[in-house]
């Protein structure tokens, strides 16, 4: 996606580019890693609180906050519009050295229309709601009506030519959500009327087209209601062909179950953001994303906010809404890697605008940088949480910082890698050339006695960036890892310690086996670990040498649980 143009009245703001794989961010002109914390949903509503929570964050380490925009409070009388509320946003932002991110809760957030105005809600004739399949009217604003679209437009591209006016060249405000966790409940889709009119109709042809187009292409999920296969075959052209005839109804192509009625919803939902962001593309030149409530749990569409930017229904809002640059995930449940998995794609970079803030969020801080070149990382709810909580991502967020020069340069290239462990997910083995590195979780190592006392094992993490061969930086909190040939990994011995790092008893029969094959291949030897520091120029800074003990004599390279560290790790081979 990562359309990028402007008409007269645009300002030069932050850009999205390429480098290999990666999309980077940059801000006046030089790339940046997205350090973020959310507010919670009221806590910028007044200048007071605005003025203590950007003190706060900057304090904590954050280099941009996601602030929540509310029609409410900026048109509260119809065609009356306040910014006094985004103006302090902007200026404290300045006075404390952070980015913004702008969240527009317009029509809908988290499906609801609750941040519409009262004006807004009492009309219900002139703003109409979206309706359940047994007539029940939801406070959903419908996605169908052109007199809700334009007024949300309105309001939107007003708070938009006040962010190019208010910010016209010092790069504040860097990127712009576009409405908040779209979705219906209750129902997979709206049944009002002009809804049901729409669903009656013919597949639209930008639609049509884009499947014809994509068909190798298209998500699983998509391809399988089309082809009755998640898998491209020889029989898939046809089989869309069949579906695709012309003047043919959503339900021909799509039929009539619950998920049919999501990926007609997705259209729509999507085609109405498409206007709000060639709004914001006309008047203000900045990366425009929408982010995702999941659909985890075993939930089905209705159940969780159905129609959404979710992973299985891409294909609907690339289509309907080319001018969105990024797909977001919000991601509070179990399975972090699987979700930032699902999102990061060719087409669509990884930025995480809400993840539950916990003492793991800056291990999965760590994880989503190293091993999907995210664009940035944010906790939902930063000007709240524990001790613990805020420890984990300020520490976290102070090594992202001081690594960046390297992950800026290297992002793209193959050359970095993520690590996310706990206490079920323990190892990940990555074949580098020649080498082969064991990673796993510091846990497993038997002398910590938290490995074994019954204690939850908290996740550890880090990133794993290759410098040169044989030449490595590994950074993070919890890990270990481990050097070998790839012969010599074939040929590895499975030994089971004890806790003094020697192997237990009785492994070893005493005889001399003169069957057991002889090793072959060459080795990998640890040179050096050193603790290093970072510089600005990306230069390492050796701080102190990690050897005998705390490299268990040569054997890895390890950070304890509770750790941020920067290790440089020189091989060598024998």
Known sequence: MMVMFCGSEAHAQAKLQKQGTATQITVGGKPMLLLCGELSNSAATCEADIISVMRTCKERGLNTVLVPAQWDLIEPEEGKFDFSLPKTVIEQARKNDLKVIFLWFGAWKNSMSCYAPLWFKENTRKY?????????????????????????????????KFISEADSSRNTVIMMQIENEIGMLEDARDYSDKAQKAFSSAVPEDLIKYIRSNGKKLHPHLLKMLTDSEKWTKDSHNAINNRLKKG??????????????????????AKYVEQLALEARRICDMPLYVNAALNSRGRKPGEYPSAGPLAHLVDLWHCAAPSIDILAPDIYDTGFKSWADQYKQPENPLFIPESRFCRNS?????????EHDAIGFSPFDIDHGSADDHKSIKESYAMLEELSPLLLKYQGKGLTHGLLFDGNDRERVIVDGDITLTCRHNF?????????????????????????????????????????????????EKKILGEDGF????????????AQPKFKGMRAGIGYVDEV????????????RENGDQSHQGRHARISVGEYKILHVKLYKY
């Open 128 to 160: 109409p709601r979206a309706m359940t399949r047994r007539g029940k009217p939801l406070e959903i604003a419908s996605a169908f009506s052109d007199n809700i679209l334009q007024a949300d437009k309105n309001a939107f591209s007003k708070l938009m």
């Open 248 to 269: 043919a109804t959503w339900a021909q192509v799509f039929g009539t179950d619950i998920y049919a009625d999501e990926v007609f919803m997705a259209y729509y939902h």
């Open 362 to 370: 800056g291990v999965r801080a760590l994880y989503a940088f190293g």
């Open 444 to 492: 497993t190592l038997p002398w910590d006695p938290r490995a074994t006392d019954g204690s939850e094992w908290p996740e550890g993490g880090g990133i794993i960036i290759k410098l040169a061969d044989m030449d490595y930086i590994i950074a993070g909190n919890g890990i270990v890892v481990e050097f070998a040939t790839n012969s010599e990994k074939e040929q590895e």
């Open 503 to 514: 192997a237990q008893n009785g492994q070893n029969t005493g005889t001399q086996n003169e």
């Open 533 to 544: 520091a970072i510089n600005k120029d990306g230069t390492l800074k050796y701080l102190r």
